[in-house]
């Protein structure tokens, strides 16, 4: 796996993987211009949130539920220290289909348990807590 980041201008910055897929990623706008892009701890959020959400899309589908909505919100808690790493993430499922809270339930527990690499690689120096809650969407 490969990826390369390239400043673009100001602190706004290019990441492309192999495949030519992009993001855009901004830093501090002390250092330039950067209002296009995410700040990379709220990638790295987004990163926990994408594996998280792929597993329990995946588990469910493996259940033969059909899943009509599935949403994540991750806060995270930062340390008052530099480096500001991330202490406490929350990652909040909600979900609608044609299976009961209890099926979300373990399939979020799976994801964080067993599958997600994301997650493996915070812990265990980050808490990571999970909730879910059923949707009417």
């Known amino acids: 796996m490969r990826v ?37 701890m709220e990638a790295v959020l987004l990163a926990l949130a994408g594996c998280s959400i792929v597993d329990v899309q995946l588990i469910l589908q493996k259940g033969r539920h059909t ?3 599935l949403a994540v919100t991750v806060e995270g808690q930062r340390a008052d220290a530099v480096p500001a790493v991330f202490t406490d993430i ?10 009961p809270l209890q099926k979300l339930e373990r399939a979020v527990a799976l994801s964080h348990e067993k599958y997600c690499s994301v997650a493996r690689m915070l ?4 808490h990571i807590t999970m909730s879910s809650a059923l949707s009417d969407t």
């Open 4 to 40: 390369t980041l390239t400043r673009t201008h100001g602190a706004e910055y290019r990441g492309e993987n192999e495949a030519g897929r992009h993001i855009t990623l901004s830093g501090s706008p002390d250092i330039g211009p950067s209002d296009a892009g995410v700040r990379p």
């Open 123 to 126: 812990e265990p120096g980050v």
């Open 67 to 69: 899943v009509t909505h």
């Open 90 to 99: 929350h990652l909040r499922f909600e979900a609608a289909g044609d299976f």
